[in-house]
């Protein structure tokens, strides 16, 4: 068994296959037309155990700026976290995770999301748990005089291109918490869960990713080189649902916010590297996420 990182595992044409292979088979995620597209950067780091050939064990790392409070700091996100059936029980991810700490020292602040099988793992390496909080404005308090909205073919490659270079030069959508120079998870999220949920709104030379559910929009993203006023651009959106659902942290808004607390099984574990804490109650932009 040997380990292998980066690039030696992006060139080589049958691990990074099987890397594709470990990772869909455990989370269901899809790498290859994100790669064949490439997107695949220096950026995203994938640290591993190969055996014959075949990638056994991972754990990834992303790197890109962080703002917290108007502050820009660089930041590791750690996922991809997994092991083959057959592998499980050596404490390869230990092993990985150690050789991850080791490569981050410069980094201001790791952090991860896990799934509750494993809350009790990353403590071990000065992790600590933090409490995000959700945002939602209701529909009633906005003045709704809807724009012109495309949507948006990322498949198209002219589309994508343009796409793409908002991501690369993009002004961030809040300077409460935000993320930065991270273009290669965000175009993940793109081609796979999003891929048609992204607008275009002329008006504010913004893209939009946005769902709808049966009582509310959520807003996932908003992407564009200008800054765009949030309350404006929700104003120009053709909402008929009861409330929208803010999938980031925003600034203080000109309409009522009603914060509450997120839930879900796992938890957002952070590790602060230099004096900066990264702070309870607020939510990190979901198209970030590794």
Same mark, same amino acid.
């Not at 695949?40 to 056994?56: K, L, Q, S, T």
């Not at 494993?118 to 409490?131: A, H, I, N, Q």
């Not at 949507?151 to 908002?166: C, S």
């Not at 807003?219 to 999938?247: F, G, H, R, Y």
């Given at each position: ?20 292979? &470990? ?60 092991? *083959? ?14 050789? #991850? ?8 602040? &790791? ?30 308090? &906005? ?25 690369? *030069? ?30 275009? @709104?002329?008006?504010? *030379? ?15 993203? #908003? ?20 409330? @929208? ?24 574990? @952070? ?9 309870? *109650? @607020? ?8």
């Amino acid at each position: 068994m040997n380990f292998i990182k980066g690039d030696a595992i992006r060139n080589n044409p049958k691990l990074k296959q099987s890397f594709f292979k &470990l990772a869909e088979s455990t989370f269901g995620l899809e790498f290859a037309q994100w790669d064949a597209l490439g997107y695949w950067n220096d950026m995203y780091c994938p640290y591993a155990f190969e055996a014959g050939g075949e990638i056994v064990a991972n754990v990834s790392i992303s790197s890109g700026t962080m703002i917290l409070d108007g502050q820009y700091v660089k930041a590791v996100q750690i996922g991809t976290v997994m092991t *083959h059936p057959k592998f499980q029980g050596q404490g390869l991810s230990k092993k990985l995770m150690e050789k #991850v700490m080791e490569d981050t020292t410069e980094a201001d602040i &790791l952090y991860l999301f896990a799934n509750e099988s494993v809350l009790g793992f990353y403590p071990k390496f000065g992790f600590e748990t933090r409490t995000q909080a959700t945002f939602t404005i209701a529909a009633k308090d &906005l003045s709704i005089a809807p724009a012109e909205v495309k949507k948006v073919n990322i498949m198209d490659a002219d589309t994508r291109k343009l796409f793409y270079e908002a991501v690369m *030069h993009r002004m961030p959508i809040s300077l409460k918490m935000s993320m930065l120079q991270n273009e290669n998870i965000v175009m993940f999220h793109a081609l796979t869960q999003y891929r048609n949920d992204i607008y275009f @709104v002329p008006k504010f *030379h913004a893209f939009v990713i946005a769902k709808e559910y049966e009582s509310s929009l959520q807003l996932i993203d #908003v992407i564009s080189k200008n800054l765009v006023d949030l309350t404006e651009l929700l104003n120009s959106l053709p909402i008929k649902k009861q409330k @929208v659902e803010l999938c980031f942290t925003p600034d203080k808004l000109s309409i009522p916010v009603q914060e509450g607390v997120f839930k879900d099984d796992g938890a957002m574990f @952070v590790k602060n590297q230099r004096e900066l804490i990264y702070p309870n *109650h @607020v939510l990190y932009p979901y198209s970030g996420l590794a």
